[in-house]
């Protein structure tokens, strides 16, 4: 039996019916991950997965109740701190950096009976749509090995389109687990800001920043979804919440498309699929119209602003001194500062840094950033204005299909517009669902959101469930 082909929950399945063994799930993905051709991970290390492996099955027989994906591998993205396993966030900063501690996420996944394998590939701190911007060079798509997978969890939905991944962890401050997984034909859940700790969370725009999960169908990102949700005592931005039903649910549902989204930069290609998915929705009971968000236009500027704003403020602690690169050439105490911080950073990175510093500096601070999150607060109240009427919304994930690679570095704009569709969600902090819809003309996996009220992620899954079991295109390995 190939375990790759497996859903998690059909694996979990196999491996509480004791047809398959955890320890022979994790030696299965640890292969196919050893033997991926695309770039997807940045650490794969069997040994501590083995002994979890082991203690889950003696969990299993002593009859401890554990989590619906008991014994399933999950691949982690490596900007979420692994205790004992290297954690880069991408960056020759953090080459070296092995966490003394887990985030939260990974604490729960364990306590599931869930078992960590693999690091996945990254732009550098989350920072970028292609993961051209890694130090560990570039996840090929899949679909199309001269195409990017998609950033920042490039990684992650490459390992999961690709079948070296059964299901994984993602992070998504603007777009960065919808966008791959649009790119790469798989589904991806960015929950509502507070869903989810961020304890262990490298810190990118700590405003924005939501863990969410990755995997072939909205039932698999339900599933794990509810294993690392809810209120964690060392994040205190998070809330309690319930553990959403994998079950599905589209009938008379009232849906709104954003007309805004469907002009301007979008393919034509895109815009059909989406016009061709609202279709499916309506056949599968839901009402649909579009309706006008004229707000939206302002969501790249006030991203970019607030994310780099808050990133030049975060990523100050990587000074040389406490963890991290230091440099071996440096007399004075400021030269290790700043050719540490030279050194080791990346273009895009040292980018918003600046762009960060700028926006908060005293004389611009008013013009910029206070403005912003002016701008932040109007898109909110936007979307409550829109909930008062829609269940939730339909948009497109990104305007046109997988980049090639290399086209970033001639447009690097092109990369920040394209986050226009997704960044609107973390402006307002609301859950996103992001799912596969059809192909382009070159066989490019296109993919739309769902956007949900906050905390009702029941909503946008049970949708996606619909969608995925009922009618439409779900991504066939
Ligand atoms: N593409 C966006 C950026 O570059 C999104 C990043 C993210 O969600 N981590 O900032």
């Known amino acids: 039996m190939d375990v790759l082909k497996l859903t998690a929950l059909e694996l979990a399945g196999k491996i509480k019916s004791g047809e398959i063994t955890p320890t022979e799930a994790v030696y299965a993905v640890y292969k196919a991950a050893e033997n991926d051709k695309y770039n997807c991970y940045t650490s794969l290390d069997i040994e501590p997965a083995l002994a979890l492996a082991q203690q889950v099955e003696r969990r299993i027989k002593s009859g401890d109740a554990l989590s619906p994906l008991a014994g399933v591998p999950v691949a982690v993205k490596d900007n979420i701190c692994t205790k004992g396993i290297r954690t880069t966030a991408g960056s020759d900063m953090l080459k070296n950096f092995v966490p003394p501690y887990d985030a939260t996420v990974v604490t729960r996944l364990k306590a599931a009976g869930m078992i960590p394998l693999g690091k996945t590939n990254m732009d550098e701190f989350a920072m970028g749509a292609t993961t051209e911007t890694s130090a560990f060079g570039t996840v090929k798509n899949p679909h199309n090995a ?33 966008q791959p997984c649009s790119f ?32 072939k169908n909205a039932s698999d990102v339900a599933a794990a979804y509810n294993v690392i949700r809810g209120r964690d005592g060392k994040d205190m931005t998070t809330c309690e919440t319930a553990d959403v039903d994998i079950s599905s649910d589209l009938k008379g549902k009232k849906v709104g498309i954003p007309a805004e989204f469907l002009e301007g930069e979008i393919s034509i290609e895109v815009r059909d699929c989406i016009l061709r998915a609202a279709d499916e929705l309506r056949n599968l009971g839901a009402e649909v119209e579009a309706f006008s968000l004229p ?53 895009e990175v040292k980018k918003r840094i600046m762009l960060g510093n700028f926006v908060l500096s005293a004389g611009y601070f008013d ?43 001639d447009n690097p704009l092109k990369m920040y517009t394209g986050d226009v569709y997704t960044a609107v969600a973390n ?46 295109a779900v991504y066939e390995v």
């Not at 669902?433 to 946008?460: H, V, W």
């Open 295 to 347: 707000i939206i236009k302002y969501t790249v500027p006030a991203y970019y602003i607030i994310a780099c704003a808050e990133a030049s403020s975060n990523l100050a602690r990587y000074d040389g001194v406490k963890y991290g690169y230091r440099t071996d050439n440096a007399a004075t105490l400021d030269e290790m500062y700043v050719n540490s911080r030279s050194e080791a950073f990346g273009a």
């Open 146 to 178: 001269d195409c990017v997978a998609g950033g920042s969890s490039g990684g992650a939905a490459a390992a999961i389109a690709a079948n070296s991944a059964v299901i994984a962890l993602g992070s998504d401050t603007g777009g960065s687990i919808r």
């Open 427 to 472: 402006l307002a902090g609301l859950p996103a669902l992001a799912l596969p819809c059809g192909y382009s003309k070159t066989n490019m996996p296109i993919g739309m959101q769902f956007i949900g009220r906050a905390f009702d992620e029941q909503t946008i899954l049970s949708a996606g469930i619909a969608y995925q079991t009922k009618g439409g």
């Open 367 to 409: 013009d910029y950033y206070k403005k912003a999150l002016q701008t932040k607060q109007l898109i909110c109240n936007a979307f409550d204005e829109a909930f008062r009427r829609y269940d939730f919304l339909l948009a497109p994930v990104a305007p046109d299909t997988a980049y090639k690679i290399g086209e970033g570095a």
């Open 184 to 215: 790469c034909g798989v589904t991806g859940l960015k929950p509502t800001y507070g869903a989810v700790s961020r304890y262990g969370l490298i810190a990118f725009a700590s405003s924005l920043d939501v863990i969410g999960t990755i995997g």
